[in-house]
Nanobody
Framework: QVHLVESGGGLVQPGGSLRLSCTASGSIISINTMGWYRQAPGKQRELVATTTTGDSTIKADSVKGRFTISRDNAKNTVYLQMNNLKPDDTAVYYC???????????????WGPGTQVTVSS
């Protein structure tokens, strides 16, 4: 089994900051891509930012210049520093990781249960 656990969500005023963390644990040989997605009420889940083991990153246009994704490979942990938060950033944020559970096995996607981020005055 592989488990992803997110933390760091909460309520923040517009313009504020939050830092999300996500740690993967369990039967893990290797992790390729790790990243964050979000889903607002009534909307589809969307990519926020992802990063590979080679530090190649992808970010949604809506968060460029405000959000920074980083990763600690030794701890199987990915972070999302969110600055200058806006009400439109309100959503449940989900961690995602592509994990290989055996040598030579495929990388399969795993999801965390999500953490709520609410931006409101």
């Amino acid at each position: 089994q592989v488990h992803l656990v997110e933390s760091g969500g909460g309520l923040v005023q517009p313009g504020g900051s939050l830092r999300l963390s996500c740690t993967a644990s369990g039967s893990i040989i290797s992790i390729n891509t790790m990243g964050w997605y979000r889903q607002a009420p009534g909307k589809q889940r969307e990519l926020v930012a992802t990063t590979t083991t080679g530090d190649s990153t992808i970010k949604a246009d809506s968060v460029k210049g405000r959000f920074t994704i980083s990763r600690d490979n030794a701890k199987n942990t990915v972070y999302l520093q969110m600055n200058n938060l806006k009400p439109d950033d309100t959503a449940v944020y989900y961690c995602n990781a592509a994990v290989a559970r055996g040598y030579g096995s495929l990388y399969l996607p795993y999801w965390g249960p999500g953490t709520q981020v609410t931006v409101s005055s």
